[in-house]
């Protein structure tokens, strides 16, 4: 039985349509990747897509199977007009905080396009600072195609750099929870602490917990 596709209300170029209407003529979805672990990175996207071009099986990355996104990886890449994907690491979260990091990791992609944007279409509900006009989308990676291609791609690279750290660290299990604040996760903190990829900001109440054990 072959699954529904997927397509937004309005189509997945709605945003794309309604900023070129606007006199805007190179667009690019922006997502991110990894606000919320434990451990790693955080990741984001940028990419501009040919409009209306079908990308089958595009979705919301959170709504895909690892290999889902593993194939869509490649075939937004081949499809896209430009690309780019970038982060910010961990130290860098705890230096500056984890929204200002994503705003980071944001402006690095935007910045590593090859063709500049003149407009961005932003998933979420805070503007980061891209130099360039852009608007908010609150589920834009549902509802956006572009914003959706930049979602996989952030995605998609940030599991492979969790699974490479994995090897770095093998007691972790990186590769099974990539980072994220999973029971197994927290148990294996409490009994080994912390690891240099860590976010020490955002460990102190798990840490806490162990002291008062």
Not at 50 to 65: A, Q, R, Y
Not at 169 to 196: D, N, V
Request: glycine share 8%; hydrophobic share 40%.
């Amino acid at each position: 039985m072959t699954a529904k596709k997927y397509t937004p209300p309005g189509g997945w170029y709605a945003y794309e349509k309604a900023a070129a209407e606007k006199g805007y003529s190179s667009i690019c979805g922006i997502d991110e990747a990894g606000r919320g672990p434990l451990a790693g990175p955080v990741f984001a996207a940028a990419v501009i897509l040919p409009c209306g071009t079908e990308i089958e099986g595009l979705n919301d990355s959170k709504k895909l199977t690892e290999k889902k996104r593993e194939e869509l990886f490649d075939k937004i890449q081949e499809t896209a007009i430009a690309c780019s994907i970038a982060f910010a690491t961990e130290q860098e979260i705890d230096e500056v905080n984890i929204l200002q990091a994503t705003f980071l990791a944001m402006r690095r992609a935007v910045d590593g396009l090859k063709v500049r944007p003149d407009f961005a279409l932003v998933d979420g509900n805070r503007m980061p600072p891209l130099g360039i006009p852009a608007e908010l989308i609150v589920k834009g990676d549902a509802n956006s195609a572009s914003i959706a291609a930049a979602s996989i791609l952030a995605k998609v690279s940030r599991d492979r750099v969790m699974k490479e750290i994995d090897a770095l660290y093998p007691e972790y299990q990186f590769a099974k929870h990539k980072g994220y604040g999973t029971e197994l996760h927290r148990e294996i903190l409490l009994e080994r602490g912390p690891c240099p990829v860590h976010r020490k900001t955002f460990l102190k109440k798990i840490l806490a917990e162990k002291d008062d054990g």
